[in-house]
Nanobody, 115 residues
């Protein structure tokens, strides 16, 4: 199985940028979709972006044209470049890695955007 570990969060002013990283340790065999989700205090977890094994991407409407997901297949890593950040982007960002039919989650990294 894999164990995702996120990094790259922090405090940034509105309009700024951050790049999140997620490295999934363990076997890469059977890994397909890698994705980012986020959860703000008092709110449910929401989808942010995903990249399939064939490179196709999907984004939440709220982050389209601002966030970009990328992937290093050899390193079993996924990244999220976040530009033009807004206070409403403040949340814990979690990495999800699907291996066969099981989704593995990291502990998350905090992103705080000040106005």
């Amino acid at each position: 199985q894999v164990q995702p570990v996120e990094s790259g969060g922090g405090l940034v002013q509105a309009g700024g940028s951050l790049r999140l990283s997620c490295s999934a340790s363990g076997s890469i065999f059977g890994v397909t979709t890698m994705a980012w989700y986020r959860q703000a205090p008092g709110k449910p977890r929401e989808f942010v972006a995903s990249m399939l094994l064939d490179g196709r991407t999907d984004y939440a409407d709220s982050v389209k044209d601002r966030f970009t997901i990328s992937r290093d297949y050899a390193q079993n890593a996924v990244y999220l470049q976040m530009n033009s950040l807004k206070p409403e982007d403040t949340a814990v960002y979690l990495c999800s890695v699907r291996q066969f039919t099981v989704d593995y989650w990291g502990q998350g990294t905090q992103v705080t955007v000040s106005s």
